[in-house]
T-cell receptor, first 116, second 116 residues
Framework: DARVTQTPRHKVTEMGQEVTMRCQPILGHNTVFWYRQTMMQGLELLAYFRNRAPLDDSGMPKDRFSAEMPDATLATLKIQPSEPRDSAVYFC??????????????FGPGTRLTVT | AQSVAQPEDQVNVAEGNPLTVKCTYSVSGNPYLFWYVQYPNRGLQFLLKYITGDNLVKGSYGFEAEFNKSQTSFHLKKPSALVSDSALYFCAVRDVFQTGANNLFFGTGTRLTVIP
């Protein structure tokens, strides 16, 4: 049963610290999405990659956030320095091409980040 | 431009009764439409999709949704609600004619509570 995995599941850190979240997409999926979910903003797209290349990261605060895919089995989202307003649940999703440029997305369990 | 609206933040229904979670969309062309469900402390799970063909789409866990082009709606339905259906439901859309970006636009979510 193929799944998207994310680590860590929970992270508590102090303001100013670096945070790295990791995602392992489903093998064979060539598209990876990063989302942030908060009560106030709902589900926001931060960035996504296709074939490891970043296609859109316009939803991401560039000054502190960075996203990479060092290889096909690992995607990372890094925040440096972290701020309390970054507290949220961060989801990774890998995409299965169902045609027409549309990807059916499979979500990981999320990383719950708390910045104090 | 594309967008999706879920007009109800919260839906309550008695166990055994039919349920409906509403979704309306706006796209320039024809839509691809999706429903996802999120259980507590979990990532989003795919329920069903409409790409083309029959307007009535059947998905996981006994859910179905009807695509109505004239009303630009894609309401999620189930004939008999279970307590275990209580969760957060997201509608998502993508314009068929959208080029470049592969991401979906998600609604703000509707919290369904099934009362025993």
């Amino acid at each position: 049963d193929a799944r998207v995995t994310q680590t860590p599941r929970h992270k508590v850190t102090e303001m100013g610290q670096e945070v790295t979240m990791r995602c392992q997409p489903i093998l064979g999926h060539n598209t990876v999405f990063w989302y942030r979910q908060t009560m106030m903003q709902g589900l926001e797209l931060l960035a996504y990659f296709r074939n490891r290349a970043p296609l859109d990261d316009s939803g991401m605060p560039k000054d502190r956030f960075s996203a990479e895919m060092p290889d096909a089995t690992l995607a990372t989202l890094k925040i440096q320095p972290s701020e309390p307003r970054d507290s949220a649940v961060y989801f990774c999703a890998s995409g299965l091409n169902i045609g027409g440029g549309v990807y059916e997305q499979y979500f990981g369990p999320g990383t719950r980040l708390t910045v104090t | 431009a594309q967008s999706v609206a879920q007009p109800e933040d919260q839906v309550n229904v008695a166990e055994g009764n039919p349920l409906t979670v509403k979704c309306t969309y706006s796209v320039s062309g024809n839509p691809y439409l999706f429903w996802y469900v999120q259980y507590p402390n979990r990532g989003l799970q795919f329920l069903l999709k409409y790409i083309t063909g029959d307007n009535l789409v059947k998905g996981s866990y006994g859910f179905e949704a009807e695509f109505n082009k004239s009303q630009t709606s894609f309401h999620l339905k189930k004939p008999s609600a279970l307590v275990s259906d209580s969760a957060l439901y997201f509608c998502a859309v993508r314009d068929v004619f959208q080029t470049g970006a592969n991401n979906l636009f998600f609604g703000t979510g509707t919290r369904l509570t099934v009362i025993p």
